[in-house]
């Protein structure tokens, strides 16, 4: 490995280098803390670029009483049901933000969805193809710090809306 890389993993971490990495085309599969995911093959998520008539109205509540919390402000991801996705979701089981996993690169745009959380910890998703979906949200904390992440998985199909409540059952646990 050369001395620039070297530094760049020393200084920003073996996650970062590995994003980077394969964000400039590198690699085919992405090293995290001593596990390989799975590779991403764009034909395993070809039906999720289709538009469709489905959609999925949702809601995070977390907790009643004097401390609710919930997601405003914040991203909430739909991801494809898929092997590539559930290595994403057991990372954020193991505390490892949104951002963290390269839910944001640009790569992925038409694959991964996302909604904004509104003030009522509600989200929405329209024109989704028939599909099996995971959805990932993380609760919003003091100072603009991201909480800990909820998961629930969903079925679309063509012309029905689902409803999903993401609440203390939706926890990924550490």
């Not at 760049?8 to 090293?31: D, M, P």
């Not at 395993?44 to 289709?50: E, F, P, S």
């Not at 969903?154 to 926890?171: C, I, S």
Request: glycine share 10%; hydrophobic share 40%.
């Amino acid at each position: 490995m050369n001395q620039a890389i070297k530094q760049f993993q020393k200084r920003f971490g073996s996650r970062a280098l590995a994003i980077c990495l394969c964000s400039l085309g590198a690699c085919s599969t992405i090293e995290h803390i001593g596990k390989t995911d799975p590779t991403f093959n764009l034909a395993d998520h070809a039906q999720y670029l289709q538009s469709g008539l489905a959609a999925i109205r949702g809601t995070v509540a977390v907790g009643t009483g004097v401390n609710p919390q919930s997601c405003i402000g914040g991203v909430v991801y739909l991801m494809p049901d898929t092997p590539f996705f559930e290595s994403k979701v057991g990372y954020a089981a193991s505390g490892d933000s949104p951002e963290d996993l390269g839910l944001q690169d640009d790569r992925l745009d038409h694959i991964v969805r996302r909604a904004q959380c509104d003030i009522a910890g509600q989200f929405a998703f329209d024109g989704l193809p028939e599909a099996h979906w995971v959805i990932l949200a993380t609760l919003s904390m003091p100072k603009g710090a991201n909480g800990p992440a909820l998961v629930a998985r969903v079925v679309t199909q063509p012309g029905l809306t689902q409803q999903v409540t993401l609440n203390e059952a939706n926890l990924l646990k550490k």
